[in-house]
T-cell receptor, first 110, second 112 residues
């Protein structure tokens, strides 16, 4: 059974700080990695994807992947109160459906 | 581009009743997923379709849940009979099948 592990939080950071969200996965065959943002009462929204080792930046978001350590992270720079949400890590392999972690709740304090 | 459409948005039923959810994926997406998300947890796959064929239904409780995707486009998910533990958000998602999935707004089911 594939597992994706995340700290449930809440992770509390002050406005303007860097938020660091982490995720580990169990299946070494995993090939694609995603971060979704989910506001309370809403559905998951894709914010980042990463497929190879290293960093990928998109605006204030940076995804980091280390396949050797089976570790994915998401950095949010200049955190805003509007970033307060649950962040879901998802892992995929080939054409199989994504496996999701339980999410980390982020609170950005004004 | 229109997103994934789901209906209804909310449903309240009594235990042992039946319920059905509908999903229309993003145009051109061959892969359709139904996920169940219980409060405080991540989405859990119930069934994956590729066109109108089932790719993975290993986690679908087949004694009470059924799903179909006629003509490889719209899909329905049915629960009969419902149990209290089925209370959750049912998320439909679609994708190309080799990358990310895009979610609809979900159906919040409450079984009383």
């Amino acid at each position: 059974q594939k597992e994706v592990e995340q700290n449930s939080g809440p992770l509390s950071v002050p406005e303007g700080a860097i938020a660091s969200l982490n995720c580990t996965y169990s299946d070494r065959g995993s090939q694609s990695f995603f971060w979704y943002r989910q506001y309370s009462g809403k559905s998951p929204e894709l914010i980042m994807s990463i497929y190879s080792n290293g960093d990928k930046e998109d605006g204030r978001f940076t995804a980091q992947l280390n396949k050797a350590s089976q570790y994915v992270s998401l950095l949010i720079r200049d955190s805003q109160p509007s970033d307060s949400a649950t962040y879901l890590c998802a892992v995929g392999e080939g054409r199989r459906a994504l496996t999701f972690g339980s999410g980390t709740r982020l609170q950005v304090q004004p | 581009e229109a997103g994934v459409a789901q209906s209804p948005r909310y449903k309240i039923i009594e235990k042992r009743q039946s319920v059905a959810f509908w999903c229309n994926p993003i145009s051109g997406h061959a892969t359709l997923y139904w996920y169940q998300q219980i409060l405080g947890q991540g989405p859990k796959l119930l069934i994956q379709f590729q066109n109108n064929g089932v790719v993975d239904d290993s986690q679908l409780p087949k004694d009470r849940f059924s799903a179909e995707r006629l003509k490889g486009v719209d899909s329905t998910l049915k629960i009969q009979p419902a149990k209290l533990e089925d209370s959750a958000v049912y998320l439909c998602a679609s994708g190309t099948g080799i990358s990310e999935a895009f979610f609809g707004q979900g159906t919040r089911l409450t079984v009383v």
